[in-house]
């Protein structure tokens, strides 16, 4: 089965720098990267996804590349605001498996004011 | 508008008590998935329903889990006699569509009920 490695674990930045989470998936059939952020006491919610057909998109200060190639696949978040503190999981789907993501283990990101 | 809804929120149970857990999805959603997130890792499928069927049942751990959706809307999740290997936070989520409909369906997840097992 699919088996998705995400880093770092931890990950602490002063506002205004860039952070980069990145993640390495091992089946060759997914083709579909959501990335989730989950605040204390909340469910992940999603903030960008990927499909294998594209190389990068962006949203405003947040941006996700896609390396199919390589198999992985990275979140980059400019700017940083200390409301972008949270755990942020990467996960990987076959879009014909029913939308049964393969998540990451999470990065807890820290953006000290 | 409202948002998958989950309850309990909390449940503490003693070790081989049964627990049910509750899921209201969003209003129309075809697409019901169960998830379990220990503690520090990521959450991890359990089960999958279109509608009422359960199409997918391959993550759930053991026959003591077991999950029902009769009428396609509210899903249940049923846990008999707990172990502490239990202890969790238990996540549903919806989506839009099935197979049939479209891919790439957005998952909406609820806040989860973290479950603890004495």
């Known amino acids: 089965g699919e088996n998705v490695e995400q880093h770092p674990s931890t990950l602490s930045v002063q506002e205004g720098d860039s952070a980069v989470i990145k993640c390495t998936y091992s089946?060759?059939?997914?083709?579909?990267f959501p990335w989730y952020k989950q605040e204390l006491g909340k469910g992940p919610q999603l903030i960008i996804d990927?499909?294998?057909?594209?190389g990068e998109k962006k949203d405003q200060r947040i941006a996700v590349t896609l390396n199919k190639t390589a198999k992985h696949f990275s979140l980059h978040i400019t700017e940083t605001q200390p409301e972008d503190s949270a755990v942020y999981f990467c996960a990987a789907e076959v879009v014909t498996n029913a939308g049964k993501s393969t998540f990451g283990d999470g990065t807890t990101l820290t953006v000290k004011p | 508008g409202a948002g998958v809804s989950q309850s309990p929120r909390y449940k503490v149970a003693k070790r081989g008590q049964d627990v049910a857990l509750r899921c209201d999805p969003i209003?129309?959603?075809?697409?019901l998935f169960w998830y379990q997130q220990a503690l520090g890792q990521g959450p991890e499928f359990l089960t999958y329903f279109q509608n009422e069927a359960q199409l997918d049942k391959s993550g759930l751990p053991s026959d003591r889990f077991f999950a029902e959706r009769p009428e396609g809307s509210v899903s249940t999740l049923k846990i008999q006699r707990t172990q502490q290997e239990d202890s969790a936070v238990y996540l549903c989520?919806?989506?839009?569509?099935?197979?049939?409909?479209?891919?790439?369906?957005?998952?909406?997840f609820g806040p989860g009920t973290r479950l603890t097992v004495l």
């Open positions: 990927i499909r294998s057909n594209v």
């Open positions: 989520a919806s989506s839009l569509g099935g197979l049939a409909v479209s891919s790439y369906n957005e998952q909406f």
């Open positions: 089946d060759s059939a997914s083709n579909y």
């Open positions: 209003s129309g959603h075809v697409s």
